[in-house]
């Protein structure tokens, strides 16, 4: 299945397109994507100041992963990265159809490569500590839980979010 799909940047002629995958197939037991922060990515995205890498079945969207750079988690960095910009994995999603076939692996690498060749040396992502998916999405990309904490904006299982970080080699 895999052979079929079109990895590619994503413009903002996507928008549209990413906010219906996110809409109909974010929310999860484990995943939440509020409209309105949503929204402000989405304008992000639109304007250059985040990206997105993009998977396509002939012109349907069944994959994102989109990440931007800034002073995210800072706190994890040594003295002398800390005025150092960080990476930070916003959202990856696949449609369930296109699930467990390497889509988010491949949206995850090329991410990974992006912010990369952009001069960022350590990429952060959150998520709930039992989402499984993710975990082991973020394991198979090379990225290390640094963190695990009760998360008050939480509402199931435990509560938990683990901080996850990839150090580009
Ligand atoms: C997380 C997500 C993006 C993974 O996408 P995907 O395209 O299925 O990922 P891949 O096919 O590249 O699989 C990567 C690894 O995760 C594993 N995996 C995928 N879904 C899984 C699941 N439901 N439970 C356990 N492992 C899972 C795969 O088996 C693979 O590991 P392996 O090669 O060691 O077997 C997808 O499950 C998703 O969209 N989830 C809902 C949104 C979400 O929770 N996003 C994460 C926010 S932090």
């Not at 906010?19 to 304008?43: A, S």
């Not at 998916?133 to 938990?160: N, V, W, Y």
Request: proline share 3%.
């Amino acid at each position: 299945m895999l052979n079929n799909i079109l990895i590619r940047n994503g413009t903002p002629a996507d928008i549209d397109e990413i906010r219906r995958l996110v809409i109909d197939y974010g929310t999860t037991q484990w995943n939440v994507f509020p409209r309105e922060d949503l929204e402000k990515h989405l304008d992000s995205i639109a304007s250059g100041k985040a990206y997105a890498q993009l998977a396509f079945d002939e012109n349907r969207i069944v994959g994102m992963v989109s990440f931007t750079i800034g002073s995210f988690y800072v706190e994890y960095e040594s003295e002398a990265s800390k005025q150092e910009p960080t990476g930070y994995i916003v959202e990856a999603l696949t449609h369930p159809d296109f699930a467990k076939c390497g889509i988010g692996t491949r949206l995850l690498e090329r991410a990974k490569a992006e912010l990369a060749d952009k001069g960022v040396r350590s990429i952060y992502a959150k998520r709930h500590e039992e989402n499984r998916a993710s975990e082991a999405l973020m394991r198979k990309t090379g990225f290390q839980m640094i963190d695990l904490f009760h998360d008050p904006r939480r509402t199931t299982g435990s509560c938990k979010t683990a901080i996850e970080r990839y150090s580009v080699k």
